[in-house]
């Protein structure tokens, strides 16, 4: 299964272009991605219109979800954040250490656009979804 960060579901939603939004729209054909609690609220947060708001929560909440935080979560996104310190790399956003240590535990691939979670892939073991070759 596949988690796509709100990195990638606002470019979708906001109907950017680009190889992430269209791995997306052709994973939700698939029916291969799930998401979470953490993601939703980065997506819900930035919308201002009422009816966008209902559509995109009904969107989200037809995907298999998960509850992303917790005590467990947290603790081992803590030994994450020091680990990554002690080779020199500073997580910007502790959401993303959230999401990026979640992913990690559970076996899951994680499609995203944004850099915090390069750091998790090379130091972590964090597994993403390419959408192009480097």
């Known amino acids: 299964m596949i ?19 269209e791995m997306l729209d052709r994973l939700l054909d698939r029916d291969t991605v799930v998401t979470g609690d953490l993601i ?14 209902r559509r995109v929560s009904g969107l ?7 509850e992303m935080a917790g005590f467990d ?3 081992k996104s803590a030994k994450n954040y020091r680990k ?6 500073t997580v910007r ?12 535990e559970n076996g899951l691939t994680l499609l ?3 850099r915090d979670f390069d750091a998790m892939e090379y ?10 070759t480097a």
């Not at 988690?3 to 990638?8: K, L, N, Q, Y």
């Not at 993303?96 to 992913?103: H, K, P, S, V, Y």
Request: proline share 3%; aromatic share 6%.
């Open 3 to 21: 988690v796509a960060h709100s990195s990638v579901w606002i470019d979708y939603l906001n109907g950017n272009d680009g190889p992430q939004v």
């Open 40 to 53: 939703l609220t980065e997506v819900l947060q930035g919308i201002r219109d009422d009816r966008e708001f």
């Open 60 to 66: 989200m909440g037809a995907l298999p979800s998960h």
């Open 73 to 75: 979560i947290a603790l």
């Open 84 to 89: 990554l310190r002690a080779e020199g790399v």
């Open 93 to 104: 956003k502790t959401i993303d250490l959230l999401i990026g240590t979640f992913c990690i």
């Open 112 to 114: 995203h656009r944004d």
């Open 123 to 132: 130091g972590l073991g964090l597994k993403v979804l390419r959408t192009y």
